[in-house]
């Protein structure tokens, strides 16, 4: 395959923020062979921007997903994104049927979840809550152990555990029955998931992407990437670009 055939990877993200995050991703998409292509609310209707021109989907981490998705009430004191959850629910059910790899991340990881079924708890105990950092350094520098349980995600890294930077303040509470649990805290809380069988579908609770400089964080890029070259099919006549896109 050459550099011109890269699998075409959608990464969701806010219309509003996220620029950095569309970066890192985009980075690590490009590191495994890949060309990330940032989506949004704004550009879902562009002809070239619905899930049957992609070979992949990353859905990003951002704000919390509207409760109203799986029948609970909001926090008046949090913000959501309607436009966004609402094209994230689409794709996520859309690749599933299309059975097309899906990485979803932090907030990501919640949404492909509720989109299959399942819930989240909103509000996590002050005893994990006061663990977490308060400022930007703290922010950066945060690692925890979580405990990776036999499946795809466990072979990625080639370990039973793993130190990750998830600083996330809700929780998988239902996990949907189409999913395995793949990783776990010490508190119990769900770090990651994952569907049996061929297709690749993961979610993880921490920001692979913030943490490239680490070869086993570029390896979940690389399979997804993978599982998307395994699944994509190159016209010869179609031409693609290397840069990053992110639309208008």
Not at 31 to 46: F, H, M, N, S, Y
Not at 126 to 145: A, I, N, Q
Not at 194 to 205: D, I, K, L, S
Not at 213 to 229: G, N, Q, Y
Request: glycine content about 8%; proline content about 6%.
């Amino acid at each position: 395959m050459t550099a011109d055939h890269r699998p075409r990877i959608a990464v969701t993200t806010s219309a509003k923020t996220d620029a950095m995050v569309f970066a890192c991703i985009w980075l690590g998409v490009r590191l495994a062979g890949g060309r990330a292509v940032r989506v949004t609310e704004k550009t879902r209707d562009r002809d070239d921007h619905h899930p049957g021109t992609f070979d992949g989907l990353v859905i990003a981490g951002g704000f919390n997903v509207h409760p109203s998705h799986y029948g609970e009430e909001p926090d008046p004191d949090k913000e959501y994104d309607p436009g966004r959850d609402r094209l994230e629910m689409d794709w996520a059910r859309e690749f599933w049927r299309l059975e097309k790899p899906i990485l979803a991340i932090c907030r990501g990881m919640q949404l492909l979840n509720v989109s299959r079924g399942g819930s989240i708890l909103q509000i996590l105990d002050e005893d994990r809550l006061k663990r977490l950092p308060s400022t930007p350094l703290g922010y950066m520098v945060f690692r925890k152990s979580v405990d990776l349980r036999p499946g795809r995600l466990q072979g990625i890294f080639g370990r039973d555990h793993v130190r990750v930077n998830s600083l996330h303040r809700q929780a998988l509470d239902a996990v949907a029955d189409d999913f395995q649990v793949a990783a776990c805290d010490e508190y119990k809380a769900v770090q990651g998931i994952e569907a049996p069988g061929e297709v690749f579908r993961m979610g993880v609770q921490f920001h692979p992407e913030l943490m490239l400089h680490r070869a086993d964080m570029r390896r979940i890029f690389r399979a997804l990437v993978s599982a998307a070259k395994a699944g994509a099919e190159f016209p010869e006549s179609e031409s693609r670009t290397n840069g990053p896109d992110t639309g208008p």
